[in-house]
Nanobody, 124 residues
């Protein structure tokens, strides 16, 4: 069965950049609308960014708009470029795939498959 695997997380200072990747094995990402979410302990998983199945339509949470960029190479990898990182961006970041969606989606309930998460820690 196919998997989503995130990578690229780490410990950085405020103002730094990171690029997260989400690689698919056993799946072709062009069959899915894709998204990034994040979660901190004790809080619900929150939407970060999403991209349509084709055409590159994107949506962002207000908290990351202008700093983060979601992109895909369609076949196998999803990316999240994170610039000007802030301590409040600290979280476990998850990628997700929505099998029934064409446009970008911002609710966890619309996604069918999830990765295991990668930790991003931003120090002040």
């Amino acid at each position: 069965q196919g998997q989503l695997v995130e990578s690229g997380g780490g410990l950085v200072q405020a103002g730094d950049s990171l690029r997260l990747s989400c690689a698919a094995s056993g799946r072709t990402l062009s069959n899915y609308a894709m998204g990034w979410f994040r979660q901190v302990p004790g809080k619900q998983r929150e939407f970060v960014a999403a991209i349509s199945r084709i055409g590159g339509v994107t949506v962002y949470a207000d908290s990351v708009k202008g700093r983060f960029t979601i992109s895909r190479d369609n076949a196998k990898t999803l990316y999240l470029q994170m610039n000007s990182l802030k301590p409040e961006d600290t979280a476990v970041y998850y990628c997700a795939a929505a099998a029934k969606a064409w446009g970008p989606k911002n609710r966890t309930s619309e996604y069918d498959y999830w990765g295991q998460g990668t930790q991003v820690t931003v120090s002040s």
